[in-house]
Each structure stands twice: as structure tokens, then as C-alpha cells.
């Protein structure tokens, strides 16, 4: 479990997070979504003990990062994959990760195979592709068997096939109970991936529940309507509900599909078409991140 | 002990700290051999002789091999992944410092022993050999001076992260701003003295006029000379530790 309460974070003028609290609950895959520069990273490094916070506390398992004894036991965490050095072979790096914490070698070739690079694990970093420097920097994040696990990004630049493993092994650990601490700003991919999500937008809270929660939050964004019969609609409408009209189509706001067939019947408009707009996934979070840059940091945005 | 094995693994898991050790050792070898080989046979070199290469040059790439194994490790974040694993970061660079200072004085052992064998080789009859103290501290005080001087690096590899930085500065104050500060009036002179470089010259060479460079004017005896040497090394190693703790990384 990771419990962030108030958390804040000022690099000079700039407030990267700002009072942040938000839970991620173990067993559980939670989706960490902002846009570029929301400062997901910054958190994820505050959970890491390594930057300091400003104010507020994060704990991992009820204790401070700092706190933790063997960290590597605890917490696993992938928040750059290029964070090692090019010239040493994927095996050594894990191998001195590794002995800083005590764990045995044997786990090095454990991780090694379980990621799919025993094969290159005497070639060295600066030969390996991106996947392959991904599935490396996963290795290096499992090698303590963690309760608590941290991926920024961790589908960048990898193909559809190495996405779904991702997808897969995430969901694997969280069915271990483990606490899976995810973050993407690739909407699709999250959707797939998160049961949980915790939303920032300029290092504000958005959003903190459910993904179903979220897409049922957000997803209404009214009903588009057809007809050769537009002056009946629009009367029958007014006063009603809300409603826009462009290219000869009604877009209805405030009403379901269901009473806009029955009053366009009551009013003898025949519809050619009736259909709900189901906002993407996508749509909803730039939604609620616009509000968030409009009204949340007005000092802010420039 | 976890530590000092993670910094081991690291340090020789890249190449560049062997081609710095190589680079060293020939240089503190090679020198000697070039005295040894051009040195008229009537006139016999002393043991001070075969060590120049490794107290001027030498010293000077593992300096470099010292900041290098800091700064490439946050030129690739591992640094970070090193603190994620070690939270309270002091004893992961205390490791680095100790690991890489006995690498420093293994390289300069094997480098004055194998510079005054050489020349003992090629000119047997100088009568070459440690017959005094001042020999002995000559020639197996270079690793000592090396494992300082790379403490020393490792401190300013912390403190300024950058490879570049870091080397300029090292390079720029051994090779100049020792010698140049004797131009000040007046003060130069003494400020001199108790320049660090200066005064581990002391430790090594003692004062005696024998040949090469002019000898150390420390006021010193070889053993203070040395304390003191180790303690500004001590000093900067412990402010940069400071530092490091602070800092966001």
C-alpha cells in the first residue's frame, strides 16, 4: 500500500506537487494519469525517498522509504529504463543492484529469465533495444520479490506485443496482492491495464477511485439526434432540455436517449438517428485535466 | 561488507577504470624506463628518479579513473538507483570511496615496485635499491598518495557530478594552481607550503635537493605530511557526503 497525504514538492517558483494525497491499495493495479508535466514522476521519486518532499508525507507499507530496511525487499521500482550504465552487461547490472540488499545471485537469473533476457545477459546495455532495456529495468524492479511495485512509463516505446505482456505481468503481480503503482499518459493502455486510478493534473489531485468510476464520472456527453423534422424536435425540446444544433443534427444534454425517442414521437418528428455520445476514455481525461489547468492553478497557467 | 562488494562489482564491470589503471601503470612504468634507457651509463640515477612517472603523471589519471567512477554514475542515473537501494546514501559513497582509494594504492604499489624493478633491470649497476627510509617511503608511499588523491577525486566527483567538471577542475588545480600561487607576492610562498599536492611531495621525496623537480618546501615531517594530506581528503570526502545526503537526487 502507498498512502501520500498532503504531499508537496517546489523546485524554485515552480510547485510540481502540490498537497497531492491519494492511495494506491495493495492486490490492486493502480493507473497513475496525468499529462506531461503533472508531475507523476516527481511523485513516484517523493515515494522513492529520493527527492525530498517540501511538506507532507508518502509511506510505502505504513513507513517512510527511508525507513525501510533492504528497500529493494519492499519496494521494487522502474522509473527510468535508461538508468544504467551502457558499457556493463545487463547480468552485471543486476548483479550489484542485487548485492546491495543482500539477495543472492540465483534470484539475478530468476528475474533474468522471467523477463526473457537470459539469452543477452552477458551482452552489453548499450546493445540492447528498447524493449529489451524495458524488460531489463522490470528485472531490476522484481529482484527483491517486492510487495510494493513502482513503473513509470513502463510501455514506452515498446510494440503491441511487449505492451501486452506488460499488461499481463501487472495484473499477474497484483493478483499476488501485491500493490501495483503504474503511470501512463496513454489512455487506451491504462484502461486495459489500471483497476484503480489516481488522476493529477499540475500536481493536483483530479481524480481518485475506480476506473468503472471514472469512465461512468465522465462518459456522458449527450445524445445526437436526427430528423427531417426539425421544427417539431426543437419545439418539443425547448424548455426541456438543453440542446445545440450544427449540421443539421441536435446534440441533447440533460436527457436520456430514452426520452428524447418518446417526446420526438409525442411530437410526430421521425428520427433517423438516436445515438448517445459515449466520450472516450481519452475525452473525459482531457476534460477533467483542462478543468483542473483552468480553475484549479489560475497562477499557474501562462 | 554488501557495499563495499556492490562498489567492486561496479567499478570493474566497465572498462574504462581498467584502461585508466593501464594508462597509470604505463606511465609510472614507462617513465622509469625511458630515465633508465637515456640517462648516460657513467652517471647513476637515484631511486627518486624511477618514480617521477608515477608522482607527477601518474597520480594525475587516477585522479581521473577516482572522479570517473562518481560522475559516470550520475551521468546514467545509476546513482539514483543506488540510492534507491541504499536510502541513507552515506554508506554507498563511503563504499565507492574506500573501494576505489585501495584500487589507488594497488595501482601505485604495483607501479613504483614495478618502475624501481625495471630500472633495477636495465641498470644493475647503479646500485639502485631501498637502502634508507627516504627509499622506502619514495617508492611504497606512492599507493598511499594514490588512494588519497583518489578519496580526494571521489569527494569532488560528488560534489560537481559532471565528468568534465569534475576532471577540469582536478587537472587544472594539480598541473597550475599549485605551482602558480607561488607568483603571489609575499603570501604565495607560504600559501604554497601548505598546498595538498605540495605537501604529499613532502611525504614521498622528503626535501633533500637529489634530482628532477625542486623538492617539497613543506615545513612538515613525511609523517604530518602525509596526516595532513589524508585529513583534507578527509575533509572534502565528508562534506561531500554531506552534500549528497541533502540533495535531491
Same mark, same amino acid.
Given at each position: 500500500m502507498i498512502e501520500a497525504t498532503a504531499l508537496t514538492k517546489r523546485y524554485g517558483a515552480t +510547485?510540481?506537487?502540490?498537497e497531492l494525497t491519494f492511495t494506491a491499495r495493495s492486490g490492486r493495479v493502480t493507473g497513475f494519469l496525468g499529462p506531461n508535466g503533472a508531475g507523476k514522476s516527481t511523485t513516484m521519486r517523493l515515494i522513492l525517498g529520493l527527492d525530498r518532499p517540501d511538506a507532507g508525507t508518502v509511506l510505502v507499507d505504513g513507513v517512510p522509504y527511508r525507513e525501510l530496511k533492504d528497500p529493494l525487499r519492499t519496494v521494487g521500482a522502474m522509473?527510468?529504463? =535508461?538508468?544504467?550504465?551502457?558499457?556493463? +552487461?545487463g547480468r552485471d547490472h543486476l548483479r550489484w543492484l542485487a548485492a546491495t540488499n543482500g539477495i543472492p545471485d540465483k534470484r539475478v537469473e530468476e528475474v533474468l529469465a522471467l523477463v526473457g533476457l537470459t539469452s543477452v545477459g $552477458? =551482452?552489453?546495455?548499450?546493445?540492447?533495444s528498447l524493449g529489451m532495456q524495458q524488460r531489463l529495468g522490470i528485472a531490476a524492479a522484481l529482484l527483491g520479490d517486492p510487495r510494493v511495485l513502482l513503473f513509470d512509463e513502463?510501455?514506452?516505446?515498446?510494440?503491441p506485443e511487449g505492451m501486452a505482456w506488460i499488461r499481463q505481468l501487472l495484473h499477474a503481480l497484483a493478483a499476488e496482492g501485491r500493490t501495483v503503482f503504474v503511470s501512463s499518459h496513454l489512455l487506451p493502455e491504462m484502461a486495459q491495464t489500471a483497476q484503480d486510478l489516481v488522476v493529477i493534473g499540475r500536481g493536483r489531485l483530479i481524480y481518485q477511485g475506480t476506473m468503472d468510476g471514472f469512465v461512468a464520472q465522465t462518459s456522458e456527453h449527450g445524445v445526437r439526434v436526427r430528423t427531417p423534422h426539425a421544427e417539431e424536435l426543437r419545439a418539443a425540446l425547448t424548455g426541456q432540455a438543453e440542446f445545440t444544433e450544427a449540421d443539421g443534427a441536435f446534440v441533447v444534454s440533460g436527457m436520456d436517449s430514452d426520452r428524447i425517442g418518446q417526446l420526438a414521437f409525442d411530437a410526430g418528428a421521425t428520427l433517423h438517428e438516436l445515438s448517445p455520445i459515449t466520450g472516450s476514455l481519452e475525452q473525459a481525461y482531457l476534460d477533467l485535466t483542462r478543468e483542473a489547468v483552468e480553475f484549479a492553478t489560475p497562477e499557474a497557467v501562462q | 561488507m554488501n557495499l563495499l562488494a556492490v562498489e567492486r562489482i561496479k567499478l570493474f564491470s566497465t572498462r574504462s577504470p581498467w584502461w585508466c589503471a593501464l594508462i597509470t601503470l604505463a606511465l609510472t612504468i614507462g617513465f622509469a624506463a625511458i630515465l633508465a634507457g637515456a640517462s648516460p651509463s657513467d652517471s647513476p640515477i637515484a631511486v627518486s628518479a624511477t618514480q617521477f612517472g608515477g608522482s607527477q603523471f601518474g597520480i594525475a589519471v587516477v585522479m581521473v579513473l577516482a572522479a570517473l567512477a562518481v560522475t559516470t554514475e550520475y551521468r546514467f542515473n545509476t546513482i539514483r538507483t543506488t540510492f534507491q537501494a541504499v536510502p541513507h546514501r552515506t554508506p554507498a559513497l563511503l563504499a565507492k570511496a574506500v573501494v576505489v582509494g585501495l584500487m589507488a594504492l594497488v595501482i601505485g604499489e604495483i607501479g613504483a615496485f614495478g618502475a624501481l624493478g625495471l630500472a633495477m633491470l636495465m641498470r644493475p649497476n647503479d646500485g639502485l635499491g631501498l637502502h634508507s627510509t627516504q627509499d622506502w617511503l619514495n617508492v611504497a608511499g606512492l599507493g598511499p598518495v594514490f588512494a588519497i588523491s583518489a578519496v580526494l577525486a571521489v569527494a569532488l566527483g560528488i560534489l560537481i557530478r559532471h565528468s568534465a567538471g569534475a576532471i577540469a577542475l582536478l587537472l587544472i588545480y594539480y598541473l597550475a594552481v599549485e605551482e602558480l600561487?607561488?607568483?603571489?607576492? $609575499?603570501?604565495g610562498r607560504h600559501i604554497h607550503e601548505w598546498m595538498p599536492f605540495n605537501v604529499a611531495n613532502k611525504f614521498l621525496?622528503?626535501?633533500?635537493?637529489?634530482?628532477?623537480p625542486a623538492p617539497s618546501d613543506s615545513p612538515l615531517s613525511p609523517g604530518w605530511a602525509l596526516a595532513y594530506f589524508a585529513g583534507i581528503a578527509l575533509v572534502f570526502l565528508l562534506v561531500a557526503l554531506g552534500v549528497a545526503k541533502k540533495r535531491d537526487a
Open positions: +510547485t510540481a506537487v502540490n522509473l527510468d529504463a =535508461t538508468w544504467r550504465h551502457p558499457g556493463r +552487461t $552477458k =551482452t552489453r546495455v548499450l546493445q540492447y513502463p510501455v514506452n516505446g515498446l510494440d | 600561487v607561488q607568483i603571489i607576492p $609575499k603570501v621525496r622528503g626535501s633533500a635537493v637529489v634530482d628532477g
